[in-house]
């Protein structure tokens, strides 16, 4: 039994897998050092977007940087893992033109269809928040609806009606917004 587990390590160890292991980890720490970087550089550009917000309240900056700074990030890092994901595994023997790519398709595609709906949300959110259309505490008017921003996510934004109902509307449907908050003065 033990000369067995022995001759599998030494079969193991002479093999070209401690080496292909090996390039696996530097591959891995070099998209690892791209996504810190890309990051950084998206904190970068985007971080002069939300300086404006110095004038807010603490809650709406959080918020608003949440949002602007996470989502973007996510996406990248996610993307970039998944391409290394792909590299790795292709670098280890594994055949993912085959079997991997097709059914790497299929999932996003039924993804897309599936939240379609969500996805438009998000990112009529993420530009809400990104163009600094209104936030906590404006008086907005969204068609025959009005009232005071309460909550607003990706996907939705809570408003308090003046009758003192809470209405909830899709990010998606927020296509036409009066801010009475942010009036700008008639130039003389």
Same mark, same amino acid.
């Given at each position: 039994?033990?000369?067995?587990?022995?001759?599998?390590?030494?079969?193991?160890?002479?093999?070209?897998?401690?080496?292909?292991?090996?390039?696996?980890?530097?591959?891995?720490?070099?998209?690892?050092?791209?996504?810190?970087?890309?990051?950084?550089?998206?904190?970068?550009?985007?971080?002069?977007?939300?300086?404006?917000?110095?004038?807010?309240?603490?809650?709406?900056?959080?918020?608003?940087?949440?949002? =602007?700074?996470?989502?973007? #990030?996510?996406? %990248?890092?996610?993307? +970039?893992?998944?391409?290394? !994901? @792909?590299?790795?595994?292709?670098?280890?023997?594994?055949?993912?033109?085959?079997?991997?790519?097709?059914?790497?398709?299929?999932?996003?595609?039924?993804?897309?269809?599936?939240?379609?709906?969500?996805?438009?949300?998000?990112?009529?959110?993420?530009?809400?928040?990104?163009?600094?259309?209104?936030?906590?505490?404006?008086?907005?008017? =969204?068609?025959?609806?009005? #009232?005071?921003? %309460?909550?607003?996510? +990706?996907?939705?934004?809570? !408003? @308090?009606?003046?009758?003192?109902?809470?209405?909830?509307?899709?990010?998606?449907?927020?296509?036409?917004?009066?801010?009475?908050?942010?009036?700008?003065?008639?130039?003389?």
């Amino acid at each position: 039994m033990l000369t067995a587990v022995a001759d599998y390590i030494q079969n193991v160890w002479h093999s070209t897998l401690p080496t292909r292991l090996l390039h696996s980890f530097y591959i891995a720490a070099v998209f690892e050092a791209l996504i810190v970087i890309t990051k950084w550089r998206l904190r970068l550009w985007l971080g002069k977007r939300l300086a404006r917000d110095l004038h807010r309240d603490a809650q709406t900056r959080v918020i608003r940087r949440r949002i =602007v700074l996470g989502l973007p #990030g996510a996406i %990248v890092q996610y993307a +970039l893992m998944a391409v290394a !994901l @792909l590299i790795i595994l292709r670098y280890l023997g594994f055949d993912i033109r085959s079997e991997l790519i097709p059914a790497i398709g299929v999932v996003i595609v039924a993804t897309l269809v599936i939240f379609r709906d969500v996805l438009v949300d998000a990112a009529a959110g993420y530009f809400i928040l990104f163009d600094d259309l209104f936030s906590i505490g404006d008086a907005i008017s =969204v068609g025959e609806t009005s #009232g005071e921003v %309460v909550d607003i996510s +990706l996907r939705t934004t809570r !408003l @308090l009606a003046p009758d003192g109902r809470e209405v909830t509307l899709a990010n998606r449907m927020l296509l036409r917004v009066t801010n009475h908050s942010r009036a700008v003065p008639p130039e003389r």
